[in-house]
């Protein structure tokens, strides 16, 4: 039996990276996949490619009257909504020194206060289906610090907590939706493209990023989605709250 | 090393302790200036208790980035220095779950306790790389204060715990960042408990004080709230050179909190 077999799921960031990977793996698993995205092109065109399975609502995910559009749109086209994933974000590089209050405001809007109404959104529709599971992408930068990624990390430590707070708060109620954080090390996707062209000393952007991870390589975005669709499966029933991590062994 | 004696170690030092009118702030001030510093009291409002009287103080609003250049070019202008920034000032923002938070309070929250922080730590460096020739090398000390909520999921509420949980990391990078240039600026974050406080004052309304106090108590392993004084003490310790080899660290406040498995939310429903 396909491992999602009828689960609806609604993906932020579903046209690019860890979001289009998933969703990938929910059609191919038996799923039906909104991809919600900004990326209008981009997410139609992977929506049509994916078949009927799949389908397209453009999302700004600092928007609640945004979101609450797309869960709509899930309700109406495939009758509920299983599962979230918040995988769009953001990744910018700046250190407390030079960025300014605007750009830690942005930072933390598209990547932590639309994580929260992306949770707050998706409950009471999947309160209606019974019960759901929540995933937010937080990062290995929820979990450490970076010198030269603050406003990064510090709104990836907020999605972290969130996460713990959401899960505590839908187990009280007794709602059956869980709710986890997903942790990635750096993914090959177009986030980290720019960084990617960058030399560092006598390393490639690439070999210098490599070179974090035990592993010895960058991770894709399909093995992230992998994590992710444990999580959305009923596999995972018993995990909520908790921090998953997929970084080849960056954090050991 | 040989520790000086306890009313002469913070002398020279020059601190600014946001929220230093009430709670942890003001204890926090209290015990900063018992140890030598001068202390800067910023604050929306005046201190009107008893722990008063620690500092001078001046009208601050840490959300407001005019605020706090005024606020830096006021230090800078008369004490002539910035040593130690003690970012307490926080709300809890009331009540208010995933279900319930609308977006206005979450931007209220954040804008308090995690830009508030964020700009704190931001002017701190400017001010303390401003004290410059001519007098003793910078030993500059930024302490956050974040919450058992920057660690775990049911110590507040949503918008809060967010906010603090972007503190917890936003330290940490600040730490990272001022190792890296050699600042010899240390940053790390405080994560207390229930403390008695008026960040209560709702709770001791509806319960009564002494019984909200015990309510809240039961919560902690320890079998009590703490009082200010007693983060204050952590506050002075890492604003201190003897916490000199401590940056990025976390350091948790909370009566076993987090030590070990929690029976129960510490919140009530909502
Ligand atoms: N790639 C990595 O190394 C890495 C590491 C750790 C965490 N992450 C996190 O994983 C998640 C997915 O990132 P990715 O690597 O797949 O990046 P990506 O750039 O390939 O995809 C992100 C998607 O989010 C969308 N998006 C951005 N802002 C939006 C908004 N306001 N409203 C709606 N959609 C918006 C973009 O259009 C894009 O399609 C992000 O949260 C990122 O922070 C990535
Ligand atoms: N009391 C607790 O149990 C507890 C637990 C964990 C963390 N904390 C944190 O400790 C810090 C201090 O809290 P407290 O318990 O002493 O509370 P408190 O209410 O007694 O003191 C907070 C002070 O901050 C000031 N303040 C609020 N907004 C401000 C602003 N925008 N600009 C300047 N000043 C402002 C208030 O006027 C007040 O004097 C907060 O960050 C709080 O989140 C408290």
Redesign the pocket.
Known sequence: MPRLDGKVVLLSGGASGIGAATARLVVGEGGKAVLADRDEAKGRALAEALGAAAHFVPLDVVQEPSWQAAVAATTEKFGALHGLLNAAGVGVRNTIEDCTLEEYRRINDINSLGTFLGCKSAIGAMKEAGGGSIVNISSVLGLRGAAHAMAYSASKGAVRTLTKNVALHCAQMKYNIRCNSVHPGYIDTPMIAPRLEQNAGNMTGRQSLEELHPLGRLGRAEEVAHMILFLLSNESTFSTGSEFVCDGGLTA | MVLADMSSELSGRVAIV????????AASAALLAAAGATVIV????EAGGPESGAGRFVA????SEDSWKALLADVLGREGRLDIMVN?????GGPGNIETTTVENWQQVQA??SE?VFLGSKYAIEGMKKTGPGKPAIKGSIVN?????GLIGGAGPTA?TAA?GAVRLMSKSVALYCAEQKYDIRCNSV??????????NPLWQAMGHEQGKAFIGARHPIGRMSE?SELGEIILFLASDRSSFMTGAEIAADGGITAGLMRRSLLAPS
């Open positions: 946001t929220g230093g009118a009430s709670g942890i702030g910023a604050d929306l409002q601050h609003d840490v959300a307490n000032a926080g709300i809890s308090i306790d508030g204060v974040s919450s058992i909520a809060y603090k994560h207390p408990g229930g403390v008695d406080t008026a960040i209560f200010p």
